[in-house]
C-alpha cells in the first residue's frame, strides 16, 4: 500500500472515531457552551465531519490503485475543510466567538475536494 493511502485511510478513519466521540461528548457539552446556539452548531460540526472523513476514507481506497494527484488533491481539501469548517463551528459554539471566514473557507475546502474528485472520475483511465 502506498504511503498516500495509507495517510488517508488513517486520516480518515481518526477523523471518523473522533467525529463520533465529539458528537457523544457535544451532547451533553452543549448545554453549558456559550453560544446560545451551541447544540445545533456541533451537531452540524460532527455531520460535516463524518461525511468527509468518509470522503478520505474513499480517497484512500482510491490511492491504493494509482495515487492520482486528483485523489491526493480531494484528501487533502477534505482534511483541511474539517479543520477550518468543523474547528470554527467547536470554537464559536465554546467561546461565542468567529474566526471570521474560517468557516467559509473549509467550506470551500469541502467543494473543491469534492470537485478534484470528479476531475479524477473524468481523467481517470
Do not use: E, N
Amino acid at each position: 500500500m502506498t504511503l498516500i493511502a495509507r495517510i488517508f485511510l488513517g486520516t480518515g478513519a481518526f477523523a471518523l472515531a473522533l467525529a463520533v466521540a465529539l458528537g457523544a461528548y457535544s451532547a451533553h457539552a452543549a448545554k453549558g457552551a456559550a453560544h446560545p446556539d451551541a447544540a445545533r452548531l456541533l451537531q452540524t460540526a460532527v455531520i460535516y465531519q463524518l461525511v468527509h472523513g468518509l470522503g478520505i476514507v474513499a480517497c484512500g481506497i482510491l490511492a491504493r490503485q494509482a495515487a492520482s494527484s486528483w485523489v491526493v488533491a480531494a484528501g487533502t481539501l477534505h482534511l483541511a475543510g474539517i479543520t477550518c469548517f468543523c474547528g470554527s463551528l467547536w470554537w464559536l459554539a465554546f467561546t461565542a466567538r468567529s474566526l471570521g471566514p474560517i468557516a467559509p473557507i473549509g467550506g470551500l475546502a469541502f467543494i473543491a475536494g469534492w470537485l478534484a474528485l470528479v476531475a479524477y472520475a473524468f481523467r481517470a483511465s
